[in-house]
């Protein structure tokens, strides 16, 4: 039999979903999720009734379609994020009862796209340069990106110090590391016009 | 990919994108976009798993909602095997279609396909041709195909105006636009597009509200402007 599942490794709970149509697997996923998606919902519709029907047909989507999860694309939250997004988004439109119009399903891609070139453009941003030009831009940073940044680029810890710091897996490390890149370049470019 | 991509969707809007809160005829135009451009499939791919993460994270009170009936009821239904899951991902994978204006034939991102498989008719006028996709409530999207060597009149805009070029170029006032490029004009710019001599230009338009054109005679085009709304 299956061990407790730790540390919220949704990943491999939802392995045992799909392989073994695993009860006690799902049971603890839904007990996780499903309250967290109903505030979700709550914040999207304002309204309990469609935020339950959200979490229903998302957490239902997760049963049937366990199958289709591939940890090699992405952690599960992310996942089932993305099921709960395309629900809510088809649900909005629905009521709006048009048939052929935009659908979940065109907006968002169901998969990945092929990988790409890394993209050297971040990581020429040396540390002077932030520390001149966009120093005072530091401050309107969310908070989390920002604490992230401060670490790497004014205290130079490497990605992997950050992460075990702040017990945030490297990717999310990583990934604010790139959208506080964009957005301070953003500012830079605003400044400059 | 042949060229750089220079004209993107800010931040902001590819937040509310991945968040899935834009305006379904926006939300077309920036996943077109996407769909074109690596560096913001990339940016969407963070911001899609900062956004999960902060769902998964967030704290959470007990609550009253009978979360054992629903639960029950979810793991009363078969789920999915492997192989039905993987064929029912294929099915709504879409063919890559294409569609011919002009006897040219463009090959669409995947984010227009199925709607262009359905769009209106193709209304010529001059060098310009359009056609209506069947998406929008609050604003108007459409293929807008442009010959090489023709101008569209100088316009503002009384709304917003977005435009991403599908394939070619186009050249206005401000600067060159190839396919990936996305242009985002309000109400307060004039502009003068026009395509090169030798190339000609298939865009996704998405407009909030109709163009006004400016000068002299082009302006008898106001009354026609449903053409371009
Ligand atoms: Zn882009
Ligand atoms: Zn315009």
Redesign the interface.
């Known amino acids: 039999t299956r061990q407790e599942i730790t540390n919220?490794n949704?990943e491999e709970a939802l392995t045992f979903?799909?392989l073994q149509?695993d009860?006690s697997a799902?049971?603890e996923l839904?007990?996780y999720?499903?309250?967290?998606?109903?505030?979700?919902g709550m914040k999207?519709f304002g309204n309990e009734q469609q935020a339950?029907e959200m979490?229903?047909d998302t957490?239902?989507n997760v049963?049937?379609?366990?199958?289709?999860f591939d940890a090699s694309r992405?952690?599960a939250?992310?996942w089932?994020?993305?099921i709960?997004?395309?629900v809510?988004?088809d649900m909005l439109?629905k009521k709006?009862s048009?048939k052929?119009?935009?659908?979940?399903?065109?907006?968002?891609?169901?998969?990945e796209?092929p990988e790409?070139e890394a993209?050297t453009?971040a990581s020429q941003w040396d540390t002077q340069l932030l520390m001149d030009k966009l120093a005072p831009h530091f401050t309107s940073l969310p908070p989390a990106q920002r604490e992230v940044m401060e670490k790497v680029y004014l205290q130079e810890k490497s990605h992997q110090e950050v992460s075990d710091e702040l017990a945030?897996p490297l990717?999310?490390v990583?990934?604010?590391i790139?959208?506080a890149l964009?957005?301070l370049r953003?500012a830079l470019d605003g400044a400059r016009n | 990919m042949a060229h750089a991509i220079k004209f993107h969707p800010?931040?902001p809007l590819l937040e509310q994108?991945?968040?899935?809160?834009l305006s379904?005829?926006v939300?077309?135009a920036v996943?077109a976009h996407i769909?074109l451009c690596?560096?913001c499939?990339?940016?969407s791919?963070?911001?899609?798993?900062?956004?999960?993460?902060q769902?998964?994270q967030?704290p959470?009170k007990?609550?009253t909602?009978d979360?054992q009936q629903?639960?029950h009821?979810?793991?009363a239904?078969?789920?999915?095997?492997?192989q039905a899951?993987?064929t029912?991902?294929q099915l709504?994978?879409q063919p890559a279609e294409s569609i011919i204006v002009n006897q040219r034939e463009f090959v669409l991102p995947?984010?227009?396909q199925?709607?262009a498989a359905?769009h209106g008719k193709w209304l010529h006028l001059g060098g310009i041709a359009t056609a209506k996709l069947?998406?929008?409530?609050d604003y108007h999207v459409s293929l807008l195909y442009i010959s090489k060597d023709t101008e569209v009149p100088q316009h503002t805009h009384l709304g917003l105006e977005m435009t991403l070029v599908l394939a070619g170029k186009i050249v206005d006032e401000n600067g060159e636009y190839k396919a990936g490029d996305l242009l985002i004009n309000s109400p307060d710019d004039t502009h003068t597009p026009r395509t090169m001599a030798d190339e000609d230009c298939l865009c996704l338009s998405v407009l909030s509200a109709p163009l006004k054109f400016k000068k002299g005679l082009t302006r008898l085009l106001n009354p026609l402007q449903q053409f371009f709304y």
């Not at chain 1, 999720?33 to 979700?40: G, S, Y």
């Not at chain 2, 994108?17 to 809160?21: K, N």
């Not at chain 2, 069947?134 to 409530?137: D, K």
């Open positions: 919220n949704w979903v799909a149509r009860r799902y049971a839904f007990n999720f499903a309250p967290r998606l109903k505030a979700f999207m339950l979490v229903q957490m239902l049963w049937k379609k366990a199958a289709l992405g952690c939250s992310t089932i994020f993305t709960a997004r395309n809510r988004f439109r709006q048009r052929d119009d935009v659908s979940a399903d065109d907006l968002w891609l169901n998969g796209y790409q993209d453009d945030i990717g999310t990583k990934s604010r790139r959208l964009d957005r953003e | 800010g931040m994108h991945a968040e899935g809160t379904a005829d939300a077309l996943a769909d690596p560096h499939q990339q940016l791919r963070d911001i899609t798993a900062d956004l999960a993460c769902l998964a967030q959470v007990t609550n909602t979360w629903m639960l009821d979810i793991m239904q078969p789920p999915l095997s492997k899951a993987a029912q991902a709504s994978a995947r984010a227009l199925r709607l359905n069947p998406a929008g409530n």
